[in-house]
């Protein structure tokens, strides 16, 4: 159980293109989710939380306006790269959290989602 | 704001050999996560250690989080190839969802 997918794995695009990234928990209602930014060989950044049937809260920093979050139901939240230039290029990795929250709060993460941006 | 530091930020051992990543935060935790992320992979929780002094084990690996529930360790005994990747700590805030990650520890161990 607890299974986040991310589509799609990887995603090569021109400089002012959108690209939209779909977070999807399969066996669990997630009423929050995240979305992080992982440089290679680095931490993960929290870019923003993302609530169901709210607004998202972003991270100082992140350009709300740039990185589109909607949380449209409990179970797929999408992230969308508006006007994506190359040093948007990262590794882009969801979690999410169980609904009913069970023993742990621990964030169930997507398998990423690689952003090249030519 | 909340940061969490840890080190080493690489750790090479022989395979049979110890390991220790630490976890240090610069405000008190609800609690502090554990995570692992194989090369190419992404993070797979581990642990959550909650209680002051707290102690778990996961076989060869033991979690420990200190009496100011500020900084965390993970040990692992006896280190084998499938523990290559690298360890995350999380720090959560109470009152807070959100998990403030340290930049990972990258193990390799050498047959």
């Known amino acids: 159980g607890a299974v986040v997918s991310q589509h799609p794995s990887r995603v090569i695009c021109k400089s002012g293109t959108s690209v939209k990234i779909e977070c999807r928990s399969l066996d669990f209602q997630a009423t929050t989710m995240f979305w992080y930014r992982q440089f290679p060989k680095q931490s993960l950044m929290l870019m923003a939380t993302s609530n169901e049937g709210s607004k998202a809260t972003y991270e100082q920093g992140v350009e709300k306006d740039k990185f589109l979050i909607n949380h449209a139901s409990l179970t797929l939240s999408t992230l969308t790269v508006t006007s994506a230039h190359p040093e948007d290029s990262s590794f882009y990795i969801c979690s999410a959290r169980d609904r009913v929250g069970g023993t742990y709060n621990e964030q169930f993460f997507g398998p990423g989602t690689r952003l090249t941006v030519l | 704001g909340q940061q969490v530091m840890q080190i080493p930020q690489y750790q090479h051992v022989q395979e049979g050999e110890d390991f220790t990543t630490y976890c240090n935060s610069s405000t008190t935790l609800s609690n502090i996560q554990w995570y692992k992320q194989r090369p190419g992979g992404h993070p797979v929780f581990l642990i959550q250690l909650v209680k002051s002094g707290e102690v778990k084990k996961q076989k060869r690996l033991t979690f420990q989080f200190g009496e100011a529930k500020k900084n965390s360790s993970l040990h692992i005994t006896a280190t084998q190839t499938t523990d290559v990747g690298t360890y995350f700590c999380?720090?959560?805030?109470?009152?807070?969802?959100?998990?403030?990650f340290g930049k990972g520890t990258k193990l390799t161990v050498n047959p």
């Open positions: 999380a720090g959560q805030k109470g009152g807070s969802e959100k998990l403030v």
